[in-house]
C-alpha cells in the first residue's frame, strides 16, 4: 500500500467517524434495568396530577 493511499484510507475513516457521529440516533438512549424498575416504583407511587386553571 503506498503512501498516499494509506493516508486517503485514514482520511476517509475519520471522515466517516465524524459524520456518523452528527448523525441522528434511531435507538433510545440506554436505561438500565435498575433505572426502570425506579422509574416504575414513581410512577406507580405519584398519583396523576391535574392541571389547575
Known amino acids: 500500500m503506498n503512501r498516499r493511499k494509506k493516508i486517503n484510507q485514514i482520511l476517509k475513516a475519520n471522515a ?3 459524520s456518523a457521529k452528527l448523525a ?3 435507538k ?3 436505561i438500565s434495568k435498575a ?6 416504583a414513581e ?9 389547575e386553571d
Open 16 to 18: 466517516k467517524k465524524a
Open 24 to 26: 441522528p440516533k434511531s
Open 28 to 30: 433510545p438512549k440506554y
Open 35 to 40: 433505572d426502570r424498575a425506579k422509574l416504575a
Open 43 to 51: 410512577a406507580g407511587q405519584e398519583p396523576v396530577v391535574t392541571s
